[in-house]
Structure formats: structure tokens, C-alpha cells
């Protein structure tokens, strides 16, 4: 594992999320998530900003293309758990229920907004087995108390499903 110090602001809050998903394996000094999560990014554009990719002219296509496919394969439906953290790269508004329509979840009024670019949302499936939330990038200016609580409910989760103790 890496030393916590050496990397993003991103990889130390993903091991914070770690951290409060799995609290027996709490490693504030290194990087360990990366044995237990899987991630990906939402747009396969790179870009250092989400301002740049959006500015490439098949930004809005890739995306798509990548809702359509990669979202939508078993291999993604198979996680009991799916964290969006990619703030308006995906929508669930009234017009538009992407996230519903993709992972068949519903926005069950569960949220939180810490403030105007500090917020999550949960949504479940009919049978409470499948957990998506949607927030924003987990990058800079991430407040802790956002981290630590979608960590938590992500814990209660999955012991409500039997996954961990």
C-alpha cells in the first residue's frame, strides 16, 4: 500500500470512505482501499478538469456511449453497492431518471446537503438490496462529514444484506 501523504486529495478520500465502510480495517496511514473497491471513471475522456472534458466535442457522446454499455453490463448491475461520484456527469430529475432507469433503483428521499457542492443521495432497489448513491467528485474540497457519512450508511447497508458483520 502507498502512504496516504504521496497521493490525491481524491485517493485519501476514497480511503476515508474505506475507512468508514470497514472500520476493523481502518488504515489511516496508507492507501488499502484498492483491495476491496472497484473503481472507474464516469466519462473515458481524460481531462486534469471536468470543465476541459466537457469542452471536447465527443465529451456528450462518450458519456453516453458509456451509460448505454459499460453502466448498464452485469458486471457493474452486480455490485450491491454503486457510489456515482461524478456530480451532473449523470441526473435522476424529473425529466431525466437516468440513474433509476440504468441501475432500476428510486430516489427514496434519502439525502444530505452539507452545502451547494457537498451532497449525496441514496436510492434503492424495490427489494433494499442494491444501494446507488450519487454525489459529487470526492476530489478537492470534500467535506468530511459527507465522506464519513456516506461510509457509514454504505456499512449499515451492507450488513442489513448480510455482507459484513
Known sequence: PQNLKDLSDTWRNYQQLFNNIFPSKRDTANATFLKDFFTTEMSNIPSKT??????????KEELQRRKNT?????????????????????????????????FKVKYNGEAKIYSKGNWYY?????????????TRQLSANVNNELISEIGININKHLKRINLID
Not at 456515482?84 to 432507469?101: A, F, H, P, Q, T
Open 50 to 59: 471536468t470543465n476541459k472534458a466537457k469542452k471536447n466535442q465527443f465529451f
Open 70 to 102: 459499460f453502466l448498464k453490463s452485469d458486471f457493474i448491475q452486480s455490485f450491491p453497492v454503486v457510489v456515482l461520484s461524478c456530480s451532473d456527469y449523470i441526473v435522476n430529475i424529473k425529466s431525466n431518471r437516468e440513474i433509476d432507469d440504468i
Open 122 to 134: 441514496n436510492h434503492y432497489n424495490e427489494e433494499k438490496t442494491k444501494l446507488v448513491i450519487h
